[in-house]
């Protein structure tokens, strides 16, 4: 009877049964919202943290020209900051010398603010804890720096986390050398020192045992919480086979279940469970889809990824706003509103502000001493050209 139940066990582990109907995509305007309204912020605060990085806490405008792929920029970094005169604002040093590019004091107090959250004790801790977990879901226990930098700022890590952050935790952080199993070559890699048990707990679990007061058994079915906007309708086979799919044993994101029939059901539950604690990990609960199809390919997915998101709309949104497409978690929301919001996420609406704040300035002197526009764009050209411009003072 064991061996008999065991060879069930199994088949059902291989089964595909998704219906060959269409998962349609409907527009959730709170959670486009969500992403719309943080437009442009990535660059500003890259560009903030580049600034205030410097011994100067300023840096040469005909320098920036260089950062303009390093922060994704659709425009000249010169005329971007042009755009944000409540956060930027430039000054010559001396008249002999190139304009500069500085923080106005508006943003450098939010700055500071920001720098106090992420110097704080349970900050760091939980920061750490959050590292260590996103780590914790790659077989292997690293990923080449590169891929962990896509993920910097919804994992809510510093800019300079590499040296204000991982050197304090040699327990939990080692930088080393691999093999990039994508392009073949040696690369910088962030891995953990070791595999923590206490870690490897997913958000699905830690819920469950709430509710019942002890840790989660293996092979138990867990379901997810499903959202749909207001008069979507899934097609009545996708429902069905949802409902199927939803008893299926949940296992966890900190497991290896590469054993599975790649185009099972079980196979896909378990994908959904890996995109699940990722999105839970990162602050924001959100990413673009780029940064998790890429995750997806270094830990071993490929396009299953893909498949888990068109197939569960209710679980996981994919907005298009902002010239890209980006996940967000269902769940994490309400309405516009992030129902556990981080302080880093407290910071982020008070930026905004000021931004939104800047597209109310209205003909003002972005750059000091020049007073009419003409003038002021001539000395942002000849900086991004790598001239000097000098100018009288008034």
Same mark, same amino acid.
């Given at each position: 009877?064991?061996?008999?139940?065991?060879?069930?066990?199994?088949?059902?582990?291989?089964?595909?049964?998704?219906?060959? /109907?269409?998962?349609?995509?409907?527009?959730?305007?709170?959670?486009?919202?969500?992403?719309?309204?943080? +437009?442009?912020?990535?660059?500003?605060?890259?560009? +903030?943290?580049?600034?205030?990085?410097?011994?100067?806490?300023?840096?040469?405008?005909?320098?920036?020209?260089?950062?303009?792929?390093?922060?994704?920029?659709?425009?000249?970094?010169?005329? $971007?900051? %042009?755009?944000?005169?409540?956060?930027?604002?430039?000054?010559?040093? /001396?008249?002999?010398?190139?304009?500069?590019?500085?923080?106005?004091?508006?943003?450098?107090?939010?700055?500071?603010?920001?720098?106090?959250?992420?110097?704080?004790?349970?900050?760091?801790?939980?920061?750490? %804890?959050?590292? /260590?977990? $996103?780590?914790?879901?790659?077989?292997?226990?690293?990923?080449?720096?590169?891929?962990? !930098?896509?993920?910097? $700022?919804?994992?809510?890590?510093? *800019? !300079?986390?590499?040296?204000?952050?991982?050197?304090?935790?040699?327990?939990?952080?080692?930088?080393?050398?691999?093999? !990039?199993?994508?392009?073949?070559?040696?690369?910088?890699?962030?891995?953990?020192?070791?595999? #923590?048990?206490?870690?490897?707990?997913?958000?699905?679990?830690?819920?469950?045992?709430?509710?019942?007061?002890?840790?989660?058994?293996?092979?138990?079915?867990?379901?997810?919480?499903?959202?749909?906007?207001?008069?979507?309708?899934? !097609?009545?086979?996708? +429902?069905?086979?949802?409902?199927? #799919? %939803?008893?299926?044993?949940?296992?966890?994101?900190?497991?290896?279940? $590469?054993?599975?029939?790649?185009?099972?059901?079980?196979?896909?539950?378990?994908?959904?469970?890996?995109?699940?604690?990722?999105?839970?990990?990162?602050?924001?609960?959100?990413?673009?889809?780029?940064?998790?199809?890429?995750?997806?390919?270094?830990?071993?997915?490929?396009?299953?990824?893909?498949?888990?998101?068109?197939? *569960?709309?209710?679980?996981? @949104?994919?907005?298009? +706003?902002?010239?890209?497409?980006?996940?967000?978690?269902?769940?994490? @929301?309400?309405?516009?509103?992030?129902?556990?919001?981080?302080?880093?996420?407290?910071?982020?609406?008070?930026?905004?502000?000021?931004?939104?704040?800047?597209?109310?300035?209205?003909?003002?002197?972005?750059?000091?001493?020049?007073?009419?526009?003409?003038?002021?764009?001539?000395?942002?050209?000849?900086?991004?050209?790598?001239?000097?411009?000098?100018?009288?003072?008034?």
């Amino acid at each position: 009877m064991a061996a008999a139940t065991t060879k069930l066990g199994r088949a059902l582990q291989q089964r595909r049964t998704f219906v060959n /109907a269409r998962v349609k995509w409907v527009c959730d305007h709170y959670l486009d919202e969500v992403v719309q309204r943080e +437009k442009n912020l990535k660059q500003v605060l890259s560009l +903030k943290d580049r600034i205030v990085s410097s011994p100067s806490k300023s840096l040469p405008l005909s320098s920036l020209s260089l950062l303009k792929p390093l922060v994704n920029l659709h425009i000249t970094a010169a005329v $971007f900051l %042009q755009k944000y005169p409540s956060l930027f604002t430039t000054f010559q040093p /001396a008249p002999s010398h190139p304009l500069h590019v500085r923080l106005t004091p508006q943003a450098l107090s939010l700055h500071k603010e920001e720098e106090m959250i992420h110097l704080s004790p349970p900050h760091r801790n939980a920061t750490v %804890q959050r590292l /260590a977990k $996103f780590l914790m879901l790659t077989g292997a226990g690293s990923l080449p720096l590169n891929v962990v !930098d896509r993920f910097r $700022f919804d994992l809510g890590l510093p *800019h !300079d986390y590499i040296t204000s952050l991982i050197g304090d935790y040699p327990d939990y952080f080692e930088v080393t050398e691999i093999r !990039d199993r994508l392009t073949g070559e040696q690369t910088l890699a962030l891995a953990v020192s070791s595999r #923590w048990s206490s870690l490897a707990v997913s958000e699905m679990e830690r819920r469950e045992a709430i509710v019942d007061g002890f840790r989660v058994k293996k092979g138990l079915p867990i379901r997810y919480s499903m959202n749909f906007p207001k008069g979507y309708e899934l !097609d009545k086979r996708v +429902k069905e086979w949802v409902e199927q #799919w %939803q008893n299926l044993p949940y296992i966890s994101p900190y497991e290896n279940a $590469f054993h599975l029939g790649s185009s099972s059901d079980q196979a896909e539950k378990w994908a959904v469970a890996v995109l699940h604690e990722l999105l839970c990990i990162l602050v924001s609960k959100k990413t673009e889809t780029d940064n998790v199809l890429c995750l997806g390919e270094y830990l071993g997915f490929g396009i299953r990824f893909k498949k888990a998101l068109v197939h *569960h709309p209710g679980i996981f @949104y994919m907005s298009h +706003k902002i010239r890209t497409q980006t996940v967000v978690l269902r769940e994490a @929301y309400h309405k516009v509103f992030l129902i556990e919001r981080h302080p880093l996420m407290g910071m982020r609406p008070r930026y905004l502000y000021l931004m939104s704040k800047s597209g109310k300035v209205k003909k003002r002197d972005y750059v000091h001493g020049i007073e009419r526009s003409n003038q002021k764009k001539r000395a942002i050209k000849a900086c991004e050209d790598g001239e000097i411009y000098a100018h009288s003072s008034r």
